[in-house]
C-alpha cells in the first residue's frame, strides 16, 4: 500500500507526467480516437521537458548577464522576462502551476455561465504563467497543496474573466464589433494606453498612425525571434564594454573574446526563448482545445479571449510605434531606477513588443498617432515599475535576474501581496471571497436593468 502511495505522490510531484495526464483526460473528454488521443498526451509529456530544456538554455545566457550589468554599474539588473522566470520557477512549483492551471481553467468557465463576465480565456501560455506566479505568491504566504491549488484556481479563473473586460471597451471601438475578447496578462496596460490616447488626442481630426508609410526594412522587427537577439546583443555587447575586456574574460568567458561571447549569449537568450515558446506550444495545443470545446456547450453567448496578435492586423504602423515607444518608456524608466539606486529593471524587448504595440494600436484607436506614441510610453513605464512590486513577493525567485513583465501580473501579485501583508491568509481568502460576491453581484444587477 506505501508502494503504491509513495508511486502516485512521484507521479503528480512530476510536472511533465502531471501535464500529460490532464491533457489525457481532456483528450478522452472530447471522445477523440486512439492515435489523436496517444499523439496529444505524448505531444503535451515531450512539451513540457522542453520547456525545462529551455529553462536550463536560459539560466546560463541571464547569469552572465547579471554579472556583467553588476560589475559595469554596481546594480542589479533585471530582465523582465516571462518565459525565462516560469521556466525557473517550474522546477520546484511545476505540479501546483499544473493544477492550479488546470482548475483555473474550471473556474473561468463556471464565472462566465453564472455571472455577466462571459469571456473564455483561450491564450494557454497566459494562463500558465498567471499559474506559476499565482503558485509562487501563494506558497510564500504559507499555502501548501490543497489549500494552495484550491485558492490559486480561483485567483487564476477571476484573472481569466475581469482581464478581458478590463480592456473590452477598447477592442470594441478597435473592432466595431464585441464578437471577440482579448485574453493577456498586460490588459491593464492595454487600457491605459487607451486612456492616455484618448487623453493626448487633442483637438480636430484625429491623425491614424496608418497614414505614415514605414520602410518595408523594419518588417523583420515582427519577427520576435529575430528582435529578441539582435536587441539583446545589443545590451549585451554594451554592458560588456562598462563591465571590460579584462573582466568578462577572466571571470566570465573562460578567456574567449568578450565581445564574441556577448553576442554569444544573446543569440542563447534567443535560443532559449524559441525553445520554450515552442514546448508551450507542444503543452497547450491539446488543453486548450478540450477547454474550447467544453465551453462552447456550457456558456451561451461567451466570447473567446485570444492572444494579443489579434488586433495587430487593425493598425499595422501602430504596432511598430508601440514598440519603439514603449521601448523608450522602458530606457526613460530604466534611468530613473539608475539615479535612484536599488534594483534596475532592464527593458526587455518581449514584453515591450507584444504589449507596447498592443497599447499603441490602441492609443492610435482612440487618439491617432500622438495616443499610439504617448499611451504605448505609458505601458512601457507600467510594465517596467510593476515588476519591481513582484520581486519581494516572490521569494527565492526574486533574486533571479529575470520576473514577470506584463502589467496583469504586477497588478494580480499586488493584490495577493496586499492581502497578505495586511491580514495573512485569512485575508487572502476573504479578499478573494469578496472579490466573486461582487462579480455576482454587478451580473445580478446588470441583468435587472436590461429587463428594466
Not at 471601438?173 to 487623453?199: D, K, P
Not at 554592458?239 to 578567456?255: P, Q, R, Y
Not at 487618439?367 to 499610439?372: P, Y
Not at 495573512?424 to 472579490?435: D, N, R, S
Request: aromatic letters at 10%.
Amino acid at each position: 500500500m506505501n508502494t503504491i502511495f509513495s508511486i502516485i505522490i512521484d507521479v503528480l510531484s512530476e510536472p511533465a507526467v502531471l501535464v500529460a495526464i490532464i491533457a489525457l483526460v481532456g483528450l478522452i473528454a472530447q471522445q477523440k480516437n486512439m492515435s489523436d488521443t496517444l499523439k496529444g498526451t505524448v505531444k503535451t509529456f515531450v512539451g513540457f521537458l522542453v520547456i525545462t530544456a529551455g529553462a536550463g538554455v536560459l539560466s546560463g545566457s541571464l547569469a552572465p548577464f547579471g554579472a556583467m550589468f553588476e560589475a559595469a554599474f554596481n546594480v542589479n539588473g533585471i530582465v523582465p522576462n516571462n518565459e525565462a522566470i516560469v521556466a525557473l520557477a517550474l522546477a520546484e512549483y511545476g505540479s501546483a502551476t499544473a493544477l492550479i492551471m488546470f482548475f483555473g481553467m474550471i473556474v473561468n468557465i463556471v464565472i462566465a455561465r453564472f455571472t455577466s463576465f462571459k469571456y473564455i480565456f483561450l491564450t494557454g501560455h497566459i494562463t500558465l504563467y498567471m499559474s506559476c506566479m499565482i503558485a509562487v505568491i501563494l506558497a510564500v504566504a504559507g499555502f501548501t497543496s490543497f489549500m494552495q491549488i484550491l485558492l490559486g484556481a480561483v485567483t487564476v479563473g477571476i484573472f481569466m474573466s475581469l482581464s478581458p473586460a478590463v480592456v473590452q471597451p477598447f477592442v470594441k471601438r478597435l473592432t466595431g464589433n464585441n464578437n471577440v475578447a482579448l485574453g493577456h496578462s498586460g490588459a491593464v496596460g492595454f487600457a491605459l494606453g487607451g486612456v492616455v490616447g484618448h487623453l493626448v488626442k487633442g483637438k480636430g481630426e484625429i491623425k491614424s498612425t496608418e497614414n505614415i508609410n514605414f520602410p518595408k526594412g523594419l518588417g523583420f522587427l515582427r519577427d520576435s525571434t529575430v528582435s529578441i537577439a539582435l536587441t539583446m546583443a545589443i545590451l549585451y555587447v554594451v554592458v560588456a564594454l562598462f563591465a571590460g575586456a579584462s573582466f568578462v574574460e577572466s571571470e566570465l568567458s573562460a578567456g574567449q573574446n568578450f565581445i564574441l561571447f556577448s553576442i554569444l549569449q544573446a543569440g542563447l537568450f534567443s535560443a532559449g526563448v524559441f525553445v520554450i515558446l515552442a514546448g508551450v506550444r507542444l503543452v497547450l495545443a491539446e488543453i486548450v482545445p478540450a477547454f474550447k470545446g467544453i465551453s462552447s456547450k456550457l456558456v451561451p453567448n461567451s466570447k473567446p479571449a485570444l492572444d494579443v496578435p489579434i488586433v495587430f492586423t487593425y493598425s499595422p504602423n501602430a504596432v511598430l510605434v508601440g514598440f519603439f515607444s514603449s521601448f523608450a518608456g522602458g530606457i526613460v524608466s530604466m534611468i530613473v531606477m539608475i539615479f535612484a539606486g536599488g534594483v534596475i529593471i532592464l527593458p526587455g524587448v518581449v514584453p515591450h513588443f507584444f504589449t507596447g504595440a498592443a497599447a499603441g494600436v490602441f492609443g492610435n484607436a482612440t487618439g491617432g498617432t500622438r495616443g499610439a506614441i504617448w499611451g504605448a510610453f505609458a505601458n512601457g513605464v507600467v510594465i517596467s515599475f510593476m515588476p519591481i512590486i513582484l520581486i519581494p513577493v516572490l521569494g527565492n525567485l526574486g533574486t533571479a535576474n529575470a520576473t514577470f513583465s506584463d502589467s496583469d501580473f504586477g497588478v494580480v501579485g499586488l493584490f495577493l501581496s496586499g492581502l497578505n501583508n495586511l491580514g495573512g491568509q485569512i485575508a487572502i481568502m476573504i479578499g478573494l471571497a469578496l472579490v466573486l460576491l461582487v462579480m455576482v453581484l454587478f451580473s445580478f444587477n446588470r441583468k435587472k436593468s436590461i429587463k428594466n
